[in-house]
């Protein structure tokens, strides 16, 4: 329990533009888990997402004389993240889709060791991690914010920068193109 | 009614129609077998991302950061009387200071010079007969005497 574990992000915010360290730290705690598993499913590479976690928060803590208080933290987080990590695919010539590779496995977050009797639960999630590693980069990130993130619909389109509607036939379409790519 | 679209179907599961779009959705959802198995599909989808383990750093990256954060500038609410022009004072002072100096010796030379008599050089450069020498045309050392 940090010392300011009990205040909203946007306190924490305003403390940290006054030069308060400890709060901008209350917020990395907060966030890292959230940017990082968000990263690792866009970039598909553990050690690329925590190079680009660490990057969203310092780029955050250089960014925050910028931010206000009606833009909510978390969305503001997250575009600085997506950026990182649009920046990162360009770079890398990874945009459109990439076939994994039986090595790329490693890449995916490995589940908690598992006795045989979930061996199966394992394989689905691992079927599901691979259906989901396959999709275009713009519908992998919209899924994950909806569904991981559990963010609403205006929430996206703050991150995305994009309008209600087009969240809306966004999300049909991944959803579409996950189950096309799900094991029958 | 014919079949939704699956942008209808995907907002049904989303929860993000209107009341009245909604309730039109959920009555054909009931004759039809097909939308059914479509929408269940969609929240199976649903119900399997979420439940997807998800990795976590396992250690604490503030602390990690510490060294690369730099202080934030701090908001001044209200400028100083002096304004930016504060960072001037002591070269102002030093100058003022240097200029009263420079005053006080001048003046000190100024004033020797009036009560004292002329240096013996400026005398060799300007003055056509040496001290003590002959003036050999009286109009000239008188002259050059009456200059100031």
């Known amino acids: 329990?940090?010392?300011?574990?009990?205040?909203?992000?946007?306190?924490?915010?305003?403390?940290?533009?006054?030069?308060?360290?400890?709060?901008?730290?209350?917020l990395v705690a907060r966030y890292q888990d959230r940017i990082y598993r968000f990263l690792v499913r866009?970039?598909?590479?553990?050690?690329?997402?925590?190079?680009?976690?660490?990057?969203?928060f310092l780029h955050a803590y250089e960014a925050l004389e910028r931010w206000r208080p009606e833009a909510r933290f978390t969305t503001w987080l997250f575009q600085i993240a997506r950026n990182q990590a649009f920046d990162w695919l360009r770079r890398h010539k990874r945009v459109e889709f990439v076939a994994l590779e039986d090595d790329d496995e490693a890449a995916l977050p490995d589940p908690?060791?598992?006795?045989?009797?979930?061996?199966?639960?394992?394989?689905?999630?691992?079927?599901?991690?691979?259906?989901?590693?396959?999709?275009?980069?713009?519908?992998?990130?919209?899924?994950?914010?909806?569904?991981?993130?559990?963010?609403?619909?205006?929430?996206?389109a703050a991150v995305l920068d994009i309008g209600l509607g087009t969240v809306k036939s966004r999300i049909a379409r991944a959803r579409t193109g996950l189950l096309e790519k799900m094991p029958r | 009614m014919t079949c939704p679209g699956t942008e209808e179907l995907s907002a049904y599961a989303d929860h993000m129609l209107?009341?009245?779009?909604?309730?039109?959705?959920?009555?054909?959802?009931?004759?039809?077998?097909?939308?059914?198995?479509?929408?269940?599909?969609?929240?199976?989808?649903?119900?399997a991302l979420r439940a997807l383990p998800s990795p976590t750093l396992g250690f604490d990256l503030a602390s990690r950061l510490e060294d690369r954060l730099r202080p934030q500038p701090q908001r001044s609410p209200a400028r100083h009387w002096l304004g930016n022009w504060s960072g001037w004072v002591p070269a102002g002072l030093a100058a003022g200071m240097a200029l009263a100096s420079g005053v006080w010796l001048g003046g000190l030379l100024l004033g020797s010079g009036?009560?004292?008599?002329?240096?013996?050089?400026?005398?060799?450069?300007?003055?056509?007969?040496?001290?003590?020498?002959?003036?050999?045309?009286?109009?000239?050392?008188?002259?050059?005497?009456?200059?100031?």
């Open chain 2, 18 to 47: 209107t009341p009245r779009e909604h309730a039109q959705l959920q009555q054909h959802l009931q004759g039809c077998p097909a939308c059914q198995h479509r929408i269940g599909e969609m929240t199976s989808l649903q119900h």
């Open chain 2, 114 to 148: 009036a009560v004292g008599a002329r240096p013996a050089t400026m005398v060799r450069v300007f003055d056509p007969v040496p001290p003590g020498g002959l003036c050999a045309a009286a109009e000239l050392c008188r002259l050059t005497k009456g200059m100031p």
């Open chain 1, 112 to 156: 908690a060791p598992a006795p045989d009797a979930a061996l199966e639960t394992r394989q689905d999630f691992h079927a599901l991690e691979r259906a989901l590693a396959r999709l275009p980069t713009e519908h992998r990130e919209i899924l994950l914010l909806r569904e991981i993130e559990e963010m609403s619909y205006e929430e996206i």
């Open chain 1, 42 to 56: 866009l970039t598909r590479s553990q050690d690329d997402a925590l190079e680009l976690t660490q990057e969203t």
């Open chain 1, 1 to 26: 329990m940090g010392i300011f574990s009990h205040l909203q992000d946007d306190e924490c915010v305003a403390r940290a533009q006054r030069g308060d360290r400890a709060a901008f730290s209350e």
